[in-house]
């Protein structure tokens, strides 16, 4: 299987005034062409961090990341970067805000513009193209975000907690209606989440992550025998409760461990 991202001994450390923080601990594992992988961990944990040092916001001290078989720096993958916040700006019209990274990139062209047009048709937000950000509901300006990230044509995908700022109702809704945009649009993706229930209804591994400093504890392949393979089938197969309960314990454990030594 192709990989497209490839990490291996990443280890890295933040230097302040107070000293050390040593963030992230031996970290190696391969993101497949096309494969949807969550990473969940508990709270400052590192998973910003891992993100962070992937996208190249942070310098890469230990150990070794490639994309596309080439090393992080000399690679001209695009990694698109999507955050917990969308973002938008209230200036610009909804189409505007698409473009912006294009226009930053110098990417603006006749092709580029038409497949803007397009994403935003097809993801239901046609109408809204010349709309201001605050005249759209949290989960429409998500997909915007999305959107904007998208035509930019990144071959990884880097999702931080993106729906954690948006209500229940709304947070399953659009990390379905994302999950089967990222599918359809065959883009391979890292999706960080304190979300279990999210991790396991998107992902097709669930990558567990120990208290700080991040150690990979457990990689979970997710298998589901369905006809269709979409989120809100996944939540209702039997499978499912299997994988919460598998992941919660994995979570579980470092916690109960935690609690031992206070
Ligand atoms: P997560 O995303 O899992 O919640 P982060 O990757 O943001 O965690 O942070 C991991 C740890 O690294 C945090 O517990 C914090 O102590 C430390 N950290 C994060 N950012 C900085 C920074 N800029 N300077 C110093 N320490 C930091
Ligand atoms: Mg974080």
């Known amino acids: 299987m192709e990989q497209v991202l490839h990490l291996q001994h990443v280890s890295y450390t933040y230097h302040t005034l107070d000293g050390e923080t040593l963030a992230l601990s031996d970290i190696s594992f391969s993101l497949n062409k096309g494969e949807f992988i969550a990473i969940v961990g508990p709270s400052g944990c ?12 942070l310098p890469l001290e230990q150990g070794m990341i490639r994309i596309n078989g080439k090393m992080l720096r000399e690679s001209t993958t695009n990694v ?57 509901s949290g989960g429409m300006r998500q997909r915007v975000a999305l959107i904007r990230t998208l035509v930019l044509d990144p071959e990884i995908l880097l999702l931080d907690e993106p ?25 391979s993706a890292l999706l960080v989440t304190h979300d279990l ?22 990689t979970i392949p997710l298998v589901f025998k369905l006809d269709e393979d979409t989120p809100m089938n996944r ?22 461990s935690a609690r031992e030594n206070i």
């Open 235 to 256: 939540r209702n197969a039997p499978e499912f409760k299997t994988y919460f309960n598998l992941v919660w314990k994995e979570l579980n454990e470092d916690e109960a």
């Open 197 to 218: 229930s999210e991790a396991i209804s998107l992902a097709d591994r669930v990558i567990v992550l120990s208290r700080r400093p991040a150690t990979i504890k457990q």
């Open 46 to 57: 590192g998973k910003s961090t891992l993100l962070s040092l992937i996208c190249g916001l």
């Open 163 to 187: 729906f954690s700022a948006l209500d229940y109702q709304t947070r399953l809704q659009v990390g379905d209606d994302i999950g089967q945009i990222l599918r359809k649009e065959g883009k």
């Open 80 to 136: 698109g970067y999507m955050l917990q916040h969308d973002e938008l700006f209230e200036w610009r019209t909804i189409y505007n805000n698409v473009i912006l990274g294009l226009e930053v990139q110098h990417a603006l062209t006749a092709r580029t513009r038409k497949h803007a047009h397009e994403l935003l048709g097809i993801y239901g937000l046609g109408d809204f193209e010349n709309s201001r950000p605050s005249e759209l």
